[in-house]
Nanobody
Framework: QVQLVESGGGLVQPGGSLRLSCAAS????????MGWYRQAPGKKRELVAI???????NYHDSVKGRFTISRDNAKNTVYLQMNSLKPEDTAVYYC???????????????WGQGTQVTVSS
């Protein structure tokens, strides 16, 4: 059983910072990519940032230069440092991991429960 547990969301003023964390636990053989998605009310879920097991990254254009994704492979944990936050960053942020649980299993996408980020004065 694989679980992704997120933490670090909350309320912050425009221009402020937050750091999200997501730890994967359970039966894990190998993790390929880990990433963060977000979904605002009335909008589709969108990719915010993603990082491979080798450290290559990709970002949504709207967060480039403000957000940084990083990963601790030894801890199966991914982080999202969010700086210069804007009201339009308000959303539920979901952690994602593409991993294999045991030998012979296919690669599968697992999701966290989501954490609310609200940027408001």
């Amino acid at each position: 059983q694989v679980q992704l547990v997120e933490s670090g969301g909350g309320l912050v003023q425009p221009g402020g910072s937050l750091r999200l964390s997501c730890a994967a636990s359970g039966s894990i053989l190998s993790i390929h990519t880990m990433g963060w998605y977000r979904q605002a009310p009335g909008k589709k879920r969108e990719l915010v940032a993603i990082i491979s097991n080798s450290g290559s990254t990709n970002y949504h254009d709207s967060v480039k230069g403000r957000f940084t994704i990083s990963r601790d492979n030894a801890k199966n944990t991914v982080y999202l440092q969010m700086n210069s936050l804007k009201p339009e960053d308000t959303a539920v942020y979901y952690c994602n991991a593409n991993l294999r649980a045991t030998e012979g299993d296919p690669w599968y996408n697992y999701w966290g429960q989501g954490t609310q980020v609200t940027v408001s004065s």
